[in-house]
């Protein structure tokens, strides 16, 4: 049975509520969230 991962990736119905999901859309918004608040470099 495939995971909701692949679900997801291959455009089926999936369910957004899965642990593995949540995990990877936090991880995502965190990261995100520090390359936003990185500061400009001059070079």
């Given amino acids: ?3 909701e991962w ?3 990736t291959s ?4 369910d957004p509520r899965d642990p ?3 995990q990877a ?3 995502a918004r965190n990261l ?3 390359l936003n ?6 070079l």
């Fill in 1 to 3: 049975m495939p995971t």
């Fill in 6 to 8: 692949q679900k997801m």
């Fill in 11 to 14: 455009g089926e119905l999936y």
């Fill in 20 to 22: 593995e999901l949540v």
């Fill in 25 to 27: 859309r936090n991880r």
């Fill in 32 to 34: 995100c969230h520090e």
């Fill in 37 to 42: 608040a990185t500061g400009e470099t001059h």
